[in-house]
Structures are given as structure tokens and as C-alpha cells.
């Protein structure tokens, strides 16, 4: 009897220690949860509110594209109940950052159901990819939310309501900044709503509220992509011919290259948020904020 009463303790225990790696225990009752950028947190906690512990993987001002996951990273997912990323291509890291955790937690991508721009004039390395910088338009972060809902309410059912209310809220909120940014844009005159930005980062902002952009010093949707010679000259003879007067610049990025074509071309420079917030204190320290900061500064700059 006392054996069998032995055995079946080491079992308990056996059984408890693959659960609590099946499955992390949320501390204080909350789900743990693991964002890949603040834009992406942001939207996470505007859902989860104080039912969730956030963290964000990606430091303040760095470049998705270029992001390389920490030790201490990899100890962040593999605690997680839940990785959020935007998806669509975006974070390259993210399947090594996920095998080298070992982590059991859900993998959501907010981007999913957004149909993607092509960038039909990319060369063949890229062709297959689409446009991964959803959240320039604050119409598919309502997709982002609806996402984001789901997710959490399927891992979290008693608190499924409080989930939803914070996503109607919020979606509300997205709808009349929507509007804003309509009303804001039409202050810019047609002939002037041409835009030059680092990398191709803008497609969805510039097709839902009316703006062109006809080039950018990077090709392709990557940040780490190089212009050749032949293609600098090219975007420097198309601003001139154009009688494009700004050259908008991603605040994650290095300027130089830029710097360098405002000077070619007696254009200026205007730096803007892409991929990433501004600090806790910044102008932008909110997704609504970042799409108020960018909004008014391409007005301003066009207009």
C-alpha cells in the first residue's frame, strides 16, 4: 500500500512538471504575454488591459527587419502563454526565436486576414512577399484587434467580455482617428501629395488616404536592402523631375543615405515613426499618437 501510495506521488509530480512546460502558469492570475514591437504591444494592451502581464521584445527605435533576439529574449518567450507579432513576413527572426525557447505558448499573428499589398516592381528575391507594414493603416489594426479578441478570449474564456468591451473601445477609437487623418490629408493640395520615403513602408497609409508614393531611396520593403548607383540616380532624376520637396525618414533608420539625396536634390528632410514608437515620455508613445505625429508631419511638410 505504502508503495502504491509512493508511486503515485512521483507520478502527480511527473504529470506537474509537464503541465507547467505544456502550459506556463500566468502569474497573479494574468496570461503572460510576449509582443515582438511596442506597436504591436500597444494594440495587445489596449485588449488585454490589467488582465495581462506584456512585455515587448524589440528595445524602443529598432528596425524590425535588422532585430536580433538576446538570451534574455529567449527566457521571455519561453515563459509565455502568448507571442503576438505582426506577421506578414516582418519579424525574420521570429522561427529560430521560437524553436531556440522551446516554448509551448500560442504564436498570433495580428496581421492575419489583412489582404497584403505586391510590390510588383520588386526583384525576384522579393516578388513572393507582400507588404508587411500593416499598421500604417489604423483600418487593418482594427484586423489586428479583432485578432488580438479572439486570441485572448480563447485562452482566457472567464474573461472573455471584459476582452470584448476593451476591443469595441478601442476599434472606436481607431475609426475616428481614421476620420481625423481624412480630414487632415485633404489640407494637402493634389499636385503636392507625392511622397519619397527611406524604404517602401507607407503603401497602405498612402492608398487609404490619397497620397502617392512615387519612390524610395531603399528598394523593396526592407530596410536592409542597398540601392545601387544606377538606382540612386534613378530616384534622384524622378524627385527633380517630379517636383518632390520632402524626403521622409524613418525614425529606425540610419539617415545618411538621405542626408546624402536632400542634398543631390535640394530637397528636404523630415523624420518620421515607422516601425516603432517614441519613448514612454515621447510624442509618440502611442499608437495613436504615432499615427497623429506622422499625419501632421507629412501635412505640414505638403501642404
Known sequence: MIKKLVLMIVVSSLLASCGSILAPTPVSGKLKVVATTDIVADAVMQVGGDLIDVQVLLPVGTDPHSF???????????EANMIFANGAGLEKFIEHLLESAGTQGK????SDGIVLLEDF????????????HTWTDPNNVIIWVQNIETALSDADAANAEAYAANAAAYVAELKSIDAWIREQIAQIPVANRKIVTDHRLLGYYVEEYGLEQVGAIVPGYSSLSEP???????????IRDLGVSTIFVGNTVNPALAERVTEDTGTKLVR????SLSSADGEASTYLDYLRYNTNAFVNALK
Open 121 to 132: 516592381n520588386a526583384d525576384e528575391e522579393e516578388a513572393h512577399f507582400g507588404d508587411p
Open 68 to 78: 536580433e533576439p538576446t538570451p534574455q529574449d529567449i527566457a521571455k518567450v519561453s
Open 272 to 275: 518620421f515613426y515607422t516601425g
Open 107 to 110: 504564436m498570433v499573428e495580428v
Open 228 to 238: 545601387s548607383a544606377q538606382e540612386l540616380a534613378e530616384i534622384e532624376d524622378a
